[in-house]
Protein backbone atom coordinates (compact mmCIF):
# COMPACT_ATOMS: atom_id res chain seq x y z
CA UNK A 1 0.00 0.00 0.00
CA UNK A 2 1.16 3.59 -0.84
CA UNK A 3 1.41 5.30 3.12
CA UNK A 4 1.04 9.36 2.74
CA UNK A 5 2.85 11.33 5.35
CA UNK A 6 1.81 14.70 6.44
CA UNK A 7 4.19 17.39 7.99
CA UNK A 8 3.79 18.95 10.81
CA UNK A 9 0.92 17.23 12.54
CA UNK A 10 -0.16 20.55 13.97
CA UNK A 11 0.23 24.09 13.28
CA UNK A 12 -0.34 27.40 15.29
CA UNK A 13 -0.88 30.41 13.19
CA UNK A 14 -2.39 33.78 13.14
CA UNK A 15 -5.03 34.99 11.05
CA UNK A 16 -3.36 36.59 8.34
CA UNK A 17 0.05 34.02 8.06
CA UNK A 18 0.89 32.05 5.16
CA UNK A 19 0.44 28.40 6.27
CA UNK A 20 2.30 25.70 4.06
CA UNK A 21 1.38 21.98 5.10
CA UNK A 22 3.49 19.12 3.28
CA UNK A 23 2.58 15.39 2.21
CA UNK A 24 4.92 12.53 1.35
CA UNK A 25 3.92 9.63 -0.63
CA UNK A 26 6.09 6.68 -0.13
CA UNK A 27 6.08 6.46 -3.64
CA UNK A 28 5.42 8.42 -6.81
CA UNK A 29 1.69 8.91 -7.37
CA UNK A 30 1.74 11.50 -10.49
CA UNK A 31 -0.56 14.01 -9.70
CA UNK A 32 -3.06 12.21 -8.12
CA UNK A 33 -3.51 14.00 -5.00
CA UNK A 34 -6.37 15.60 -2.63
CA UNK A 35 -6.75 17.79 -0.56
CA UNK A 36 -9.38 18.00 2.13
CA UNK A 37 -10.40 20.52 4.99
CA UNK A 38 -12.48 18.52 8.27
CA UNK A 39 -13.76 20.73 10.99
CA UNK A 40 -15.04 19.30 13.92
CA UNK A 41 -18.39 17.08 13.86
CA UNK A 42 -18.36 17.84 10.21
CA UNK A 43 -18.02 15.73 6.72
CA UNK A 44 -14.33 16.30 5.09
CA UNK A 45 -14.47 18.96 2.82
CA UNK A 46 -12.65 18.28 -1.17
CA UNK A 47 -10.43 21.31 -1.55
CA UNK A 48 -7.38 20.51 -4.18
CA UNK A 49 -7.68 17.68 -6.60
CA UNK A 50 -5.44 16.25 -8.48
CA UNK A 51 -2.36 18.17 -6.76
CA UNK A 52 -3.05 21.51 -7.74
CA UNK A 53 -6.84 21.95 -8.95
CA UNK A 54 -8.91 23.92 -6.84
CA UNK A 55 -12.67 22.54 -6.37
CA UNK A 56 -15.29 24.89 -7.11
CA UNK A 57 -16.29 27.40 -4.68
CA UNK A 58 -13.22 27.07 -2.79
CA UNK A 59 -11.27 30.51 -2.07
CA UNK A 60 -8.24 31.10 -3.88
CA UNK A 61 -5.90 31.39 -1.12
CA UNK A 62 -6.10 27.80 -0.89
CA UNK A 63 -3.49 26.45 -3.26
CA UNK A 64 -1.84 23.17 -4.08
CA UNK A 65 1.65 22.21 -5.54
CA UNK A 66 3.71 19.23 -6.78
CA UNK A 67 3.64 15.86 -8.48
CA UNK A 68 5.42 12.39 -7.91
CA UNK A 69 5.94 11.86 -4.32
CA UNK A 70 5.66 15.54 -2.51
CA UNK A 71 2.81 17.80 -2.52
CA UNK A 72 2.04 21.00 -0.76
CA UNK A 73 -1.19 22.77 0.41
CA UNK A 74 -0.30 26.24 0.96
CA UNK A 75 -3.50 29.20 2.63
CA UNK A 76 -1.83 32.28 1.61
CA UNK A 77 -3.63 34.20 4.50
CA UNK A 78 -5.08 32.19 7.30
CA UNK A 79 -8.82 33.14 8.04
CA UNK A 80 -10.95 32.55 10.87
CA UNK A 81 -13.06 29.97 8.88
CA UNK A 82 -9.84 28.23 7.91
CA UNK A 83 -8.73 26.60 11.97
CA UNK A 84 -9.60 22.83 11.35
CA UNK A 85 -7.48 19.90 10.23
CA UNK A 86 -6.44 19.15 6.97
CA UNK A 87 -6.07 15.83 5.00
CA UNK A 88 -3.78 14.46 1.83
CA UNK A 89 -5.22 11.27 -0.40
CA UNK A 90 -3.74 9.60 -3.09
CA UNK A 91 -5.53 8.46 -5.96
CA UNK A 92 -2.84 6.46 -7.55
CA UNK A 93 -3.99 3.23 -6.36
CA UNK A 94 -7.38 2.16 -6.45
CA UNK A 95 -6.86 1.58 -2.63
CA UNK A 96 -6.78 4.80 -1.26
CA UNK A 97 -4.91 5.77 1.83
CA UNK A 98 -5.15 9.60 3.62
CA UNK A 99 -2.35 10.98 5.30
CA UNK A 100 -2.46 11.55 9.45
CA UNK A 101 -3.92 15.27 9.26
CA UNK A 102 -2.52 18.92 9.97
CA UNK A 103 -4.21 20.74 12.63
CA UNK A 104 -4.26 24.07 12.40
CA UNK A 105 -4.83 26.17 15.41
CA UNK A 106 -5.17 29.67 16.54
CA UNK A 107 -2.07 30.92 18.25
CA UNK B 1 -28.10 19.93 -5.04
CA UNK B 2 -25.57 16.39 -4.73
CA UNK B 3 -26.76 15.15 -1.36
CA UNK B 4 -25.47 11.97 0.14
CA UNK B 5 -27.86 10.51 3.03
CA UNK B 6 -26.40 7.96 5.16
CA UNK B 7 -28.12 5.90 7.33
CA UNK B 8 -28.09 2.22 9.45
CA UNK B 9 -25.48 3.24 12.25
CA UNK B 10 -26.42 1.75 15.86
CA UNK B 11 -24.68 -0.39 18.58
CA UNK B 12 -23.92 -3.73 17.83
CA UNK B 13 -22.00 -6.07 19.98
CA UNK B 14 -18.11 -7.74 18.96
CA UNK B 15 -18.98 -10.26 16.18
CA UNK B 16 -22.38 -8.98 14.68
CA UNK B 17 -23.33 -7.66 11.81
CA UNK B 18 -24.44 -4.22 10.59
CA UNK B 19 -25.64 -2.85 7.58
CA UNK B 20 -24.84 0.69 6.08
CA UNK B 21 -26.97 2.67 3.34
CA UNK B 22 -26.40 5.41 1.48
CA UNK B 23 -29.05 7.30 -0.25
CA UNK B 24 -27.68 9.41 -3.53
CA UNK B 25 -29.64 12.65 -5.15
CA UNK B 26 -29.27 15.68 -7.42
CA UNK B 27 -26.81 13.53 -9.61
CA UNK B 28 -26.70 10.63 -12.07
CA UNK B 29 -25.68 7.91 -9.77
CA UNK B 30 -25.31 5.25 -12.07
CA UNK B 31 -21.92 7.42 -13.53
CA UNK B 32 -19.85 7.06 -10.44
CA UNK B 33 -17.65 5.20 -9.03
CA UNK B 34 -18.76 5.35 -4.64
CA UNK B 35 -16.59 5.00 -2.18
CA UNK B 36 -17.25 4.25 1.77
CA UNK B 37 -14.46 6.02 4.13
CA UNK B 38 -14.52 5.94 8.13
CA UNK B 39 -13.60 7.84 11.16
CA UNK B 40 -13.00 6.23 14.30
CA UNK B 41 -13.59 8.48 17.45
CA UNK B 42 -10.82 11.32 17.75
CA UNK B 43 -8.75 9.74 14.70
CA UNK B 44 -7.81 10.31 11.00
CA UNK B 45 -10.04 9.35 7.94
CA UNK B 46 -9.35 6.02 7.04
CA UNK B 47 -10.57 4.84 3.05
CA UNK B 48 -12.86 1.49 3.48
CA UNK B 49 -13.88 0.26 0.05
CA UNK B 50 -14.98 1.37 -2.92
CA UNK B 51 -17.07 -0.16 -6.12
CA UNK B 52 -17.33 1.34 -10.17
CA UNK B 53 -20.11 2.60 -11.43
CA UNK B 54 -21.46 -0.75 -12.95
CA UNK B 55 -20.11 -2.65 -9.84
CA UNK B 56 -16.87 -4.14 -12.38
CA UNK B 57 -14.46 -3.18 -9.65
CA UNK B 58 -14.65 -3.77 -6.29
CA UNK B 59 -11.46 -2.88 -3.93
CA UNK B 60 -11.28 -3.25 0.16
CA UNK B 61 -8.93 -2.06 2.81
CA UNK B 62 -7.15 -5.02 3.95
CA UNK B 63 -8.52 -4.08 7.56
CA UNK B 64 -11.78 -4.83 6.26
CA UNK B 65 -11.35 -7.43 3.66
CA UNK B 66 -13.46 -10.87 3.90
CA UNK B 67 -16.26 -9.05 6.91
CA UNK B 68 -17.18 -6.25 4.36
CA UNK B 69 -19.27 -6.55 1.62
CA UNK B 70 -20.15 -3.24 -0.51
CA UNK B 71 -22.93 -3.15 -3.04
CA UNK B 72 -25.60 -0.87 -5.07
CA UNK B 73 -28.23 -0.43 -6.62
CA UNK B 74 -28.34 1.99 -9.12
CA UNK B 75 -31.83 1.54 -10.07
CA UNK B 76 -32.85 2.82 -6.10
CA UNK B 77 -29.49 5.31 -6.50
CA UNK B 78 -28.08 3.34 -3.22
CA UNK B 79 -25.09 2.19 -2.18
CA UNK B 80 -24.58 -0.74 0.25
CA UNK B 81 -21.89 -1.61 3.37
CA UNK B 82 -22.64 -5.09 4.92
CA UNK B 83 -20.05 -5.22 7.73
CA UNK B 84 -20.01 -8.84 9.38
CA UNK B 85 -17.59 -10.04 11.86
CA UNK B 86 -17.36 -7.08 13.59
CA UNK B 87 -14.99 -5.88 16.19
CA UNK B 88 -14.10 -2.87 18.33
CA UNK B 89 -11.92 -1.00 16.19
CA UNK B 90 -14.41 -0.35 13.32
CA UNK B 91 -15.78 1.74 15.76
CA UNK B 92 -16.46 4.64 13.50
CA UNK B 93 -18.29 7.21 11.81
CA UNK B 94 -18.87 5.79 8.32
CA UNK B 95 -19.30 8.42 5.47
CA UNK B 96 -20.31 7.76 1.99
CA UNK B 97 -18.52 9.97 -0.72
CA UNK B 98 -18.90 10.31 -4.02
CA UNK B 99 -15.18 9.75 -6.77
CA UNK B 100 -14.98 12.69 -8.58
CA UNK B 101 -13.41 12.45 -12.14
CA UNK B 102 -9.75 13.47 -11.27
CA UNK B 103 -9.54 11.21 -8.53
CA UNK B 104 -10.52 12.37 -4.76
CA UNK B 105 -14.25 12.44 -2.76
CA UNK B 106 -15.79 15.51 -3.87
CA UNK B 107 -19.18 14.74 -2.21
CA UNK B 108 -19.54 13.26 1.18
CA UNK B 109 -22.74 12.24 2.76
CA UNK B 110 -22.66 13.85 6.86
CA UNK B 111 -21.52 10.34 8.07
CA UNK B 112 -23.26 7.16 10.33
CA UNK B 113 -21.79 6.19 13.64
CA UNK B 114 -21.34 2.85 14.05
CA UNK B 115 -20.54 1.85 17.58
CA UNK B 116 -18.77 -2.00 18.22
CA UNK B 117 -18.79 -2.82 22.04
CA UNK B 118 -20.54 -5.47 24.34
Known amino acids: DIQMTQSPSSVSASVGDRVTITCRASQGISSWLAWYQQKPGKAPKLLIYAASSLQSGVPSRFSGSGSGTDFTLTISSLQPEDFATYYCQQANSFLWTFGQGTKVEIK | EVQLVESGGGLVKPGGSLRLSCAAS????????MNWVRQAPGKGLEWVSS????????YYADSVKGRFTISRDNAKNSLYLQMNSLRAEDTAVYYCAREGELGGADYWGQGTLVTVSS
Open chain 2, 51 to 58: ISSSSSYI
Open chain 2, 26 to 33: GFTFSSYS
